[in-house]
């Protein structure tokens, strides 16, 4: 057995999730916040058997997709701001940040 953790845009978290639904696989959805960005994302946990990794892989595969989207950098924190013109920077955005994890031990009550 194994655990597959799914960080996703929140963009793409519906459409996982509907995804799953409809291929049969149970997950769990956390709130999270990414750290480059400070944009909302989704954490998905779904315990699947090691047969099924391939078919949730393909699920989250089809369902984030890459994309770019400008955006404004922060404005440093140290020294003059007086010179400082935030330009937008076009940023690669979306797609899944995925970990497959082996579990000891599942139960459900």
């Known amino acids: 057995m194994k ?11 519906n459409r996982l999730s509907g995804e799953l ?16 960005l400070r944009a909302g994302n989704t954490t998905f946990l779904i315990g699947v058997d090691d047969s099924q990794i391939e078919a949730v892989m393909d699920v989250i595969r089809n369902s984030c997709k ?3 989207q400008l955006v404004t ?13 935030p330009l937008p920077v076009e940023v690669q955005v979306g797609g899944a940040t995925v970990f497959v ?9």
């Open 66 to 68: 890459i994309r770019e």
């Open 73 to 85: 950098p922060v404005t440093p924190m140290s020294g003059t701001t007086d010179s400082y013109l």
């Open 3 to 13: 655990l597959i953790i799914a960080i996703v845009q929140d963009k793409d978290s």
């Open 21 to 36: 639904v409809k291929a049969n696989f149970r997950a769990t959805k956390l709130a999270s916040t990414g750290g480059f």
């Open 101 to 109: 994890l082996p579990v000891e031990r599942f139960e459900h009550f």
